[in-house]
């Protein structure tokens, strides 16, 4: 039955606006246009970001380089990310052309090599964080069993292969776009996290006897410097946003300027979870503070389980972002624009069997090797490092869209080119520190132990 006409002025009104609203969504959608606001950018950025696996290592990081340089080191990176990230926004539409993925917005500024090693760096970020962060979950979903089993006969690696399932049923799902409710409850799963765990870390610090805490830097003169390098590393993985074209492309126009508001948003959450989980986890354990926090927290017994779920929430929207890149370059090998419209079917086969081999190797390398704190480390320095400091940097410099102003214009120049070296000096030491780790870990543990 067909809808009754308005009768009003306001009514009409109202249908034109839902009509122009629908209309213009449709547009956009045809167009390769982003239908998404500026929460939903916030909601995307926090997500990938703020994960419980990027900001549970951070007090391990920081007693590895102790009070005044690891204040400085997590406090100027989480300057230096948030600048880059405006840096990359910017980029949109640079030059008349929208390039909807971090390796087109390379290929643009820096031709050939410029895709190619963005589409490296890319991946690596891609792998390594969601071996990390599959890891983290398989940890804190084992960690919610034995609270309830405590005699319990399952392994870490059943719950990686749990986690791993259930990421195989999301990844169906087509977008990042079509995941934003999704990442809305990752979102909010985060701040969850981060209040449960820092309130139960304060309490646990407090029952503490205060003089056996130890600030210190263990171990030989060797082994500080190796552990300074990893814990670099791991602060440059907290950072990781490897998506920022492909999340940009979900936002509606004026890209720019939603963007600007989302990630600026994201980064007051990203301050408020970061700076108080990492100062007061170091506070309350010193030294020895373990490389995933929840693994240092005793009681009580179910805000710990409350802080773990939480945890594998949030861990499960981070893990689709980030395995996005790898399934977008596999699909446009595999799939035509004529098989797209005729044969539906035949691309869902192909995308439950690229996903499920994508989830299959991912599985194995995480339960063979459960070494949480050394791929958030080489994953930082070898693949976020590059992505989320240097490039944007210098892309912004070769891109030429500098100031007018000659002061401004050389301020600019001159923290791009430090952002670049210093950010460039820490990947290689992050992942020096990240290998040694790694070795050690081969030799002390077997494949498939059950951390």
Same mark, same amino acid.
């Not at 239908?35 to 939903?40: A, S």
């Given at each position: 039955?067909?809808?009754?006409?308005?009768?009003? /002025?306001?009514?009409?009104?109202?249908?034109?606006?839902?009509? #122009?609203?629908?209309?213009?969504?449709?547009?956009?959608?045809?167009?390769?246009? $982003? =239908?998404? /606001?500026?929460?939903?950018?916030?909601?995307?950025?926090? &997500?990938?970001?703020?994960?419980?696996?990027?900001?549970?290592?951070?007090?391990?990081?920081?007693? !590895?380089?102790?009070?005044?340089?690891?204040?400085?080191?997590?406090?100027?990176?989480?300057?230096?990310?948030?600048?880059?990230?405006?840096?990359?926004?910017?980029?949109?539409?640079?030059?008349?052309?929208?390039?909807? &993925?971090?390796?087109?917005?390379?290929?643009?500024?820096?031709?050939?090599?410029?895709?190619?090693?963005?589409?490296?760096?890319?991946?690596?970020?891609?792998? $390594?964080?969601?071996?990390?962060?599959?890891?983290?979950? #398989?940890?804190?979903?084992?960690?919610?069993?034995?609270? +309830?089993?405590?005699?319990?006969?399952?392994?870490?690696?059943?719950?990686?292969?749990?986690?791993?399932?259930?990421?195989?049923?999301?990844?169906?799902?087509?977008?990042?776009?079509?995941?934003?409710?999704?990442?809305?409850?990752?979102?909010? !799963?985060?701040? $969850?996290?981060?209040?449960? /765990?820092?309130?139960?870390?304060? +309490?646990?610090?407090?029952?503490?006897? =205060?003089?056996?805490?130890? +600030?210190?830097?263990? #171990? @030989?003169?060797?082994?500080?410097?190796?552990?300074?390098?990893?814990?670099?590393? /791991?602060?440059?993985?907290? *950072?990781?946003?490897?998506?920022?074209?492909?999340?940009?492309? %979900?936002?509606?126009?004026?890209?720019?300027?939603?963007?600007?508001?989302?990630?600026?948003?994201?980064?007051?959450?990203?301050?408020?979870?970061?700076?108080?989980?990492?100062?007061? #986890?170091?506070?309350?354990?010193? !030294?020895?503070?373990?490389?995933?926090?929840?693994? @240092?927290?005793?009681?009580?017994?179910?805000?710990?389980?409350?802080?773990?779920?939480?945890?594998?929430?949030?861990?499960?929207?981070?893990?689709?972002?980030?395995?996005?890149? %790898?399934?977008?370059?596999?699909?446009?090998?595999?799939?035509?624009?004529?098989? &797209?419209?005729?044969?539906?079917?035949?691309?869902?086969?192909?995308?439950?069997?690229?996903?499920?081999?994508?989830?299959?190797?991912?599985?194995?390398?995480?339960?063979?090797?459960?070494?949480? $704190?050394?791929?958030?480390?080489?994953?930082?320095?070898?693949?976020?490092?590059?992505?989320?400091?240097?490039?944007?940097?210098?892309?912004?410099?070769?891109?030429?869209?500098?100031?007018?102003?000659?002061?401004?214009? =050389?301020?600019?120049?001159?923290?791009?080119? %430090?952002?670049?070296?210093?950010?460039?000096?820490?990947?290689?030491?992050?992942?020096?520190?990240?290998? =040694?780790?790694?070795?050690?870990?081969?030799? &002390?543990?077997?494949? *498939?132990?059950?951390?």
């Amino acid at each position: 039955m067909a809808s009754p006409l308005p009768t009003t /002025t306001a009514e009409k009104i109202r249908v034109d606006e839902e009509e #122009g609203e629908e209309a213009a969504n449709e547009v956009a959608v045809a167009g390769g246009g $982003g =239908r998404g /606001t500026w929460k939903h950018a916030a909601f995307h950025v926090a &997500t990938t970001i703020a994960t419980p696996a990027a900001y549970a290592p951070l007090p391990f990081a920081l007693s !590895s380089l102790g009070w005044p340089l690891g204040v400085s080191s997590l406090v100027g990176g989480t300057l230096a990310t948030w600048y880059s990230s405006l840096l990359i926004a910017s980029l949109w539409k640079w030059d008349g052309q929208k390039h909807i &993925t971090y390796r087109l917005l390379g290929q643009s500024i820096f031709g050939f090599w410029g895709y190619w090693s963005i589409a490296f760096f890319q991946q690596v970020a891609s792998l $390594g964080n969601n071996i990390a962060i599959q890891i983290a979950a #398989g940890s804190s979903l084992k960690a919610v069993y034995k609270y +309830y089993h405590p005699d319990g006969a399952l392994t870490l690696q059943h719950f990686v292969i749990f986690f791993g399932a259930f990421e195989l049923f999301l990844s169906q799902f087509p977008d990042i776009h079509s995941l934003r409710w999704v990442n809305a409850v990752c979102t909010f !799963s985060t701040i $969850g996290f981060a209040g449960t /765990t820092i309130g139960v870390t304060i +309490y646990n610090g407090k029952k503490i006897d =205060r003089n056996s805490v130890s +600030y210190s830097l263990q #171990g @030989s003169s060797s082994s500080k410097a190796f552990k300074a390098f990893n814990a670099l590393g /791991t602060i440059a993985f907290s *950072f990781g946003d490897a998506m920022l074209p492909e999340i940009q492309n %979900t936002v509606r126009e004026p890209a720019k300027k939603n963007m600007y508001r989302g990630v600026s948003a994201a980064y007051v959450l990203i301050v408020l979870s970061y700076w108080q989980l990492a100062f007061w #986890g170091y506070w309350a354990f010193g !030294s020895q503070v373990q490389p995933y926090i929840l693994s @240092s927290l005793t009681i009580p017994q179910w805000a710990i389980v409350m802080a773990n779920i939480f945890a594998v929430i949030q861990i499960s929207g981070c893990f689709q972002i980030y395995c996005r890149p %790898t399934f977008i370059h596999f699909e446009e090998k595999l799939l035509s624009q004529k098989t &797209t419209s005729r044969i539906p079917f035949r691309n869902y086969l192909i995308r439950l069997l690229l996903t499920s081999v994508y989830m299959v190797v991912i599985t194995i390398i995480a339960a063979a090797m459960p070494f949480f $704190g050394d791929f958030v480390s080489i994953c930082g320095a070898v693949g976020f490092t590059p992505l989320d400091f240097v490039f944007p940097a210098l892309a912004y410099l070769k891109a030429g869209r500098m100031p007018k102003n000659t002061r401004l214009r =050389r301020s600019v120049q001159l923290i791009n080119v %430090t952002i670049a070296a210093w950010f460039s000096v820490v990947a290689v030491v992050g992942c020096i520190g990240a290998i =040694r780790f790694i070795v050690i870990d081969v030799r &002390t543990y077997k494949f *498939f132990h059950d951390m």
